[in-house]
């Protein structure tokens, strides 16, 4: 069983839509939790991170931890044809510097 | 403008020619890293390094090299390649103590025939 769980998709929803990108993980120790964008043929970029639990809202993102169900989510509002990339997230310990990806979930936004 | 620079973008080569990619950051990031990223595999780490001339290896390291002689190049080596080393690498790079946040390189396909 891998330490990062990620549905591969891929996701089809329509523009306008609300969508939800989910993580499970095995892993009690990771205390830093992200999510990455990686758009066709492009290396991935940061989107969120929080640190242990909780919700953490920027725009039109809102990432949500919830440990003791070692789940995490990232929701996507009003989603755009321009949000259509694979969703990549991660994990890492407070000690270590080693992040644990997921196999990422690729998102189709249609017009 | 910020980056992590990788080259070559793609690069076909034969079992056994050495070969090396080449990542360089204008960050003055202490901390940098080499991925493969394959199929439902994910983003899984090769080598990383923390500092000029301090490396250690990630979860797949085997017949890769690294050096870290420059604070701003990180080149990946592949002394023999074989058809396994088949993969789609990155370098990334952060400052020390926010691995979390990585940037990325484009990427560089890599096919060993």
């Known amino acids: ?111 | 403008e910020a980056q992590v620079t990788q080259n070559p973008r793609y690069l076909i080569t034969v079992t056994g020619k050495k070969l090396t990619v080449t990542c360089s950051q204008n960050m003055n990031h202490e901390y940098m890293s080499w991925y493969r990223q394959d199929p439902g595999l994910g983003l899984r780490q090769i080598y990383y390094s923390m500092n000029v001339e301090v490396t250690d290896k990630g979860d797949v390291p085997e017949g890769y090299k690294v050096s870290r002689k420059e604070k701003r190049n990180f080149p990946l080596i592949l002394e023999s390649p074989s058809p396994n080393q088949t993969s789609l690498y990155f370098c990334a790079s952060s400052l020390w103590g926010a691995e979390e946040k990585l940037f990325f390189g484009s990427g560089t396909q890599l096919s060993v025939l």
């Open chain 1, 1 to 111: 069983q891998k330490e990062v769980e990620q549905d591969p998709g891929p996701l089809s929803v329509p523009e306008g839509a609300i969508v939800s990108l989910n993580c499970t993980y095995s892993n009690s120790a990771f205390q830093y939790f992200m999510w990455y964008r990686q758009y066709s043929r492009k290396g991935p970029e940061l989107l969120m991170y929080t640190y242990s639990s909780g919700n953490k809202e920027d725009g039109r993102f809102t990432a949500q931890v919830d440990k003791s169900s070692k789940y995490i989510s990232l929701f996507i509002r009003d989603s755009q044809p321009s949000d259509s990339a694979t969703y990549l997230c991660a994990m890492r310990h407070n000690a270590g510097n080693m992040l644990t990806f997921g196999g990422g979930t690729r998102l189709m936004v249609k017009p």
